[in-house]
């Protein structure tokens, strides 16, 4: 049960470390430097600060249901196929020879990425293992 027992403060340290995404929204050019150590170009500012707010009202989200366990189920599943997404572009970068040095300056994400969706593969094994009806239930719901 330890996932379960950590639930709460795994949902407040996994939003409040995606939150951190705003930045890109608020200051693009400095997060871009700051962060991930490249220029910035004017000409992406739109897509740039699309991506920081979205990600940062997802982890805005995440930290909410840490508090409102009725919204936990679908965040988690929203936050579980968005960071999976991140995690497979960075590792399918890897293998694109022209861009493949990028990945360097995405390391922090990644692997915080890597972690949430390890946390909630786990999490949900626990509950499938402890509870095995609760999967029917949830997916009646859905």
Known sequence: MFFSKH????????????????????????????????PYDGKYLFIIRHWGVMVGVMGFMIVLSAYLPSW????????????????????????????????????????TDILIVTYTIFYWKELLVDKPLMIKSILKKL
């Open 7 to 38: 639930l709460k403060l795994f949902l407040l340290i996994g939003g409040i470390v995606t939150m951190l995404a705003s930045f890109y929204f608020i200051n693009p050019a400095l997060a871009l430097s700051m962060f991930n150590k490249l």
């Open 72 to 111: 936990r189920k679908p965040i988690m599943i929203f936050s579980f196929i968005e960071k999976s997404g991140m995690v497979f572009l960075y590792i399918e970068n890897s293998f694109q020879t022209e861009t493949a040095f990028l990945n360097a300056y995405f390391i922090p994400f990644a692997l």
